[in-house]
């Protein structure tokens, strides 16, 4: 029998879900997402555009599927949706038992709506029921970007009784939104005579890109104050996010009516949760990120780092609101506009995911034309 690894198994035990931010047929095929999951309490797989991209650039693990594909005359969309939807399918199997013995909570693997439509609503939401469809797993996440077109869509989506992750959010004042059209989704699901105890969903909030973009703004100003608020915006801003997410889901009236219908919360989500600065420790955003009902979704080296001398800090998050909120407020104070910084990581993140899909999509059609000739 193998045996949990004991770093991971305590955050698990603090209530930390534990994700692999990863996913590749190779992954799948050879074992090693079970073995993870034996060993390194994985409980669910996030996936974006970016891992798919990388996973069918390595290798040949997929050149069967597309020149099969390509036999019969299926063009790129159709080839990637196949492709990257069987992986899902296929992950959603593996983890099947995580989500039945946690109710339906963990167990879950995500995958993205296409990045092209992330400023458009109605497109986003018919394509989140199509992947919903496709992949036909009830532990299936689609998920759905935080930009101002994915708020309406999310609450589309919910409605229909679909489960969501919402990803690329960086700021609190976004995350109210999403909370909010999470609620406004489940309300209508209600209305609609949906289940509300199957429809799950995660908060994806953004930790290291944060403290990446404001770093190189406390550089440029360069003083002794700026310095010393160096490395301290990202968990700041995670842990206001982890009290505006009590404030909905523990205080107010409007999800305790909910509740009694049998919603869940929607959890916070941590992720990019790799330390890009190696002046840090490379298990700062996992250690320091520790609260009941929280997912922290890793990349392999970051879950291998905790694995190895990952320590579990159960006060890093609870209470610690007024000490962030000085934070940002010393931030704001030496001149660093958060607005800006916010909407600079939206927008990367999104041109990032639509970046990749591009080349997966290029690289693809290289492939399709190939066989073709061939």
Known sequence: MSEQNANLAALSQAGVSVWLDDLSRTRIKSGNL?????????????????????????????????????ARGADVDATIRTVTTDDVRDACDILAPQYEASGGVDGRVSIEVDPRLAHDADK?????????????RPNVLI???????????????????????????????????????????????????????????????????????????????????????????ALANARLAYAAYQKVFEDQPRFAALKESGAHAQRPLWASTGVKDPAYPDTLYVGELVAPGTVNTMPEKTMDAFADHGE?????????????????DKLAAIGIDLTDVFLVLENEGVEKFEASWKELLDATAEQLAEKSKG
């Open 34 to 70: 079970a073995e993870l999951v034996a060993t390194k309490s994985v409980v669910g797989v996030t996936t974006n555009p970016s891992i798919f991209q990388a996973a069918l650039s390595k290798g040949d693990a997929y050149d069967e599927q597309v020149n099969e594909l390509a």
């Open 124 to 136: 986003t939401a018919a394509q989140a029921v199509e992947l919903w469809k496709i992949v036909d």
């Open 143 to 233: 998920k759905i970007p935080a930009t101002e077109a994915g708020i309406p869509a999310i609450a589309k989506t919910i409605a229909e009784g679909i489960s969501v992750n919402v990803t690329l959010i960086f700021s609190v004042e976004r995350y109210e939104l999403v909370m909010g059209a999470f609620l406004d989704g489940l309300e209508q699901a209600k209305t609609a005579g949906h289940d509300l105890s199957k429809i799950h969903s995660v908060a994806s909030f953004f930790v290291s890109r944060v403290d990446t973009e404001i770093d190189k703004r406390l550089d440029a100003i360069g003083s002794d104050e700026a310095k010393e608020l160096k490395g301290k915006a």
């Open 312 to 328: 579990v800090n159960t006060s890093s998050i609870i209470g610690q609101g007024p000490a962030s909120q000085e934070i940002f």
